[in-house]
C-alpha cells in the first residue's frame, strides 16, 4: 500500500472516530473542591459548576440547581441558586459545614443531589467520602443516576 493510500485511510478511521465520539452521550460531571480549616474546625465546599447535564430534549432548557450536605450530620442542607436555562451551570457556590473535628472528618461523607426545572426533577447524585480526600484541588466526578431514594448509597 502507497504512503498516500495509508493517509486516505487513516483519515477514514479518524472522521468514523470523530461521528461516534459525537454520538455517544458524555456523563454530566460536577466540579467541586473540598477545604479544611483546621483552625476553625470547618470544612467548606466550593461548588464550581456542573457540565454536560442531559436532557429529555435536546433543544430544550433546563434550570439546574444543586442540593448538598454532610451525611451523618443534623446541620442542614445548603442548596444553591437555580442556574436559568442551561446545560453548563457555574455556581460558584461556597457551603461551610462548623464544628467539623478532624477526628470525624475522616467518617464523613458529602452528598451532592442535582435537580431541575421549575417541578425539582431529581436527576442524580454524588456521594463523595472525605477519607482519603484530596482538599484544595479541584474535583471532577461524574453524576450517578439514580432513584432519589437510593442516593445515600457510598461508593
Known amino acids: 500500500m502507497s504512503p498516500a493510500?495509508?493517509?486516505?485511510?487513516?483519515?477514514?478511521?479518524?472522521?468514523?472516530?470523530?461521528?461516534?465520539?459525537?454520538?455517544?452521550?458524555k456523563c454530566p460531571e460536577l466540579h467541586f473542591t473540598l477545604y479544611y480549616n483546621t483552625d476553625r474546625h470547618s470544612l467548606s465546599v466550593h461548588l464550581e459548576k456542573i457540565i454536560h447535564?442531559?436532557?429529555?430534549?435536546p433543544m430544550a432548557s433546563t434550570d439546574?440547581?444543586?442540593?448538598?450536605?454532610?451525611?451523618?450530620?443534623?446541620?442542614?442542607?445548603f442548596a444553591t441558586h437555580k442556574?436559568?436555562?442551561?446545560?453548563?451551570?457555574?455556581?460558584?457556590?461556597?457551603?461551610?459545614?462548623r464544628q467539623v473535628g478532624t477526628e470525624e472528618l475522616e467518617s464523613m461523607v458529602v452528598v451532592f443531589r442535582v435537580y431541575v426545572n421549575h417541578v425539582n426533577h431529581f436527576i442524580g447524585g454524588l456521594v463523595h467520602p472525605l477519607h482519603g480526600a484530596s482538599f484544595g484541588?479541584?474535583?471532577?466526578?461524574?453524576?450517578?443516576r439514580f432513584p432519589e431514594e437510593d442516593s445515600l448509597r457510598v461508593s
Open 5 to 25: 493510500g495509508s493517509s486516505s485511510l487513516k483519515e477514514e478511521i479518524q472522521q468514523l472516530l470523530d461521528d461516534t465520539q459525537e454520538r455517544i452521550p
Open 137 to 144: 484541588n479541584t474535583i471532577v466526578s461524574v453524576i450517578e
Open 53 to 57: 447535564l442531559p436532557t429529555k430534549q
Open 64 to 77: 439546574p440547581y444543586v442540593s448538598l450536605y454532610l451525611l451523618s450530620r443534623s446541620e442542614g442542607a
Open 83 to 97: 442556574a436559568i436555562k442551561t446545560h453548563t451551570p457555574i455556581f460558584d457556590f461556597m457551603a461551610t459545614f
